[in-house]
């Protein structure tokens, strides 16, 4: 039976998965301290300044005490996902894809595709956690809340970090306007996030419709005509985890790379499909190394009777973490009454940015 395990664990690690959508949420950091088993986050967001240092009259005075720029808005717990598949016995009497990759007893036979149908859920159900995460990511940068609605799509969750509201502004004037200016409004929002969080943008995360206006824009179209300072070149290429990189583009004395960002999803049992990134929106990001944004993790109590230990080898006895990104519990039970097995898999993943102050998200569509 070990060999089964083996080679459907092998089938298991090569199936694919969603390397297409992530982009917002690969700005969140993950260290080994992001996997913690604590329930709640202390949510000590920072804000500092340019202040310099004062003189003193001599060394006998002292020094002077530096007052840390930290605002506690408490604590705030994990959000829990939580989905599971139930496969019931009748169901193990069809053959499985894939069944002929292997030999065995027939009681391997039946473990074998017991084994196959829990796979296959739970690369389902792992790439749905994924995309919730992508999910509260777009929220924080979009609103600086995370609002996390259960099966019949009430709010379950909601977390207001509090940025500043200037970090949040709409135009004057609608970008898909001839009298807009966008130059002019990249501009003024990359000098708020650069006085109140002391870094340069140099991202630009445009939905399409944003970037269509953007582009179609008589004063940008004379940014990126080709002259002797090459001020801007935009030579679309993809580029992993689902977004479009058009190339950069200087703005006074900002250089910006540009990103179009289309993603989408599907709400828990809803066919109607919405983007990540709104429609008329923009995000305004330094570099990475330059934001403390975290993706944390956070613990899942579970009880694993000593007599349900079938499934260990396949999907472990404790956390799994996957790419070092991400964070699950797996576990398979029997419900002997009804006879089947249960697959389910947790996870209580926090998209923080702590770095509140480093990004900001323009409107612009007045």
């Excluded at 664990?9 to 949420?25: C, E, H, K, T, Y």
């Excluded at 600086?144 to 009430?154: A, F, P, R, S």
């Excluded at 992993?240 to 599907?266: E, F, Q, R, V």
């Excluded at 330094?286 to 694993?304: A, K, Q, S, T």
Aim: hydrophobic share 40%.
């Amino acid at each position: 039976m070990p060999g089964i395990f083996i080679k459907i664990l092998a089938w298991f690690n090569a199936q694919p998965d969603i390397n297409r959508m992530g982009f917002l949420s690969s700005f969140f950091k993950v260290t080994p301290e992001s996997f913690t088993d604590a329930t709640e986050v202390e949510l000590d967001l920072v804000r500092s300044g340019e202040e310099v240092a004062p003189a003193i009259t001599n060394l006998s005075t002292g020094a002077v005490s530096l007052a840390v720029d930290v605002f506690d808005l408490g604590k705030a717990p994990f959000p829990v996902y939580a989905l599971d598949r139930t496969v019931h016995v009748g169901e193990l009497m069809n053959r499985q894809p894939g069944e002929n990759a292997y030999d065995g007893s027939a009681a391997g036979d039946w473990l074998g595709r017991l084994a196959r149908v829990l796979v296959g859920s739970f690369t389902r159900m792992t790439d749905m956690v994924k995309r919730s995460i992508e999910l509260q990511a777009a929220q924080v940068l979009q609103t600086g809340t995370i609002d996390l609605t259960n099966e019949d799509g009430k709010i379950v969750y909601k977390l207001d970090l509090k940025p500043k509201p200037s970090h949040f502004p709409t135009v004057s004037k609608s970008w898909g306007t001839p009298d807009a200016d966008p130059i002019s409004d990249i501009a003024a929002v990359a000098d708020i996030v650069r006085n109140d969080g002391l870094v340069d943008v140099c991202n630009l995360i445009m939905d399409n419709k944003s970037f269509d206006n953007f582009i179609k824009n008589e004063r940008v179209k004379e940014f990126l005509k080709t002259d002797g300072l090459r001020l801007g070149a935009l030579n679309p290429k993809i580029v992993g985890k689902g977004a479009k990189y058009y190339g950069y583009m200087h703005i006074g004395s900002g250089l910006y790379d540009i990103w179009i960002y289309s993603a989408t999803y599907n709400e828990f049992g809803k066919k109607e499909t919405k983007k990540f990134l709104e429609d008329n929106k923009v995000l305004f990001l330094p570099d990475f190394n330059d934001l403390d944004f975290r993706r944390l993790f956070g613990g899942i109590p579970m009880v694993r009777p000593e007599s349900n230990t079938a499934f260990d080898q396949l999907f472990g006895a404790s956390k799994v973490t996957i790419d070092n990104e991400y964070d699950f519990k797996a576990r398979v039970y029997w419900d002997e009454k009804a006879e089947a097995y249960t697959g389910e898999i947790k996870s209580r993943p926090l998209c923080l940015p702590v770095s509140i102050d480093r990004f900001a998200c323009l409107t612009t569509q007045a």
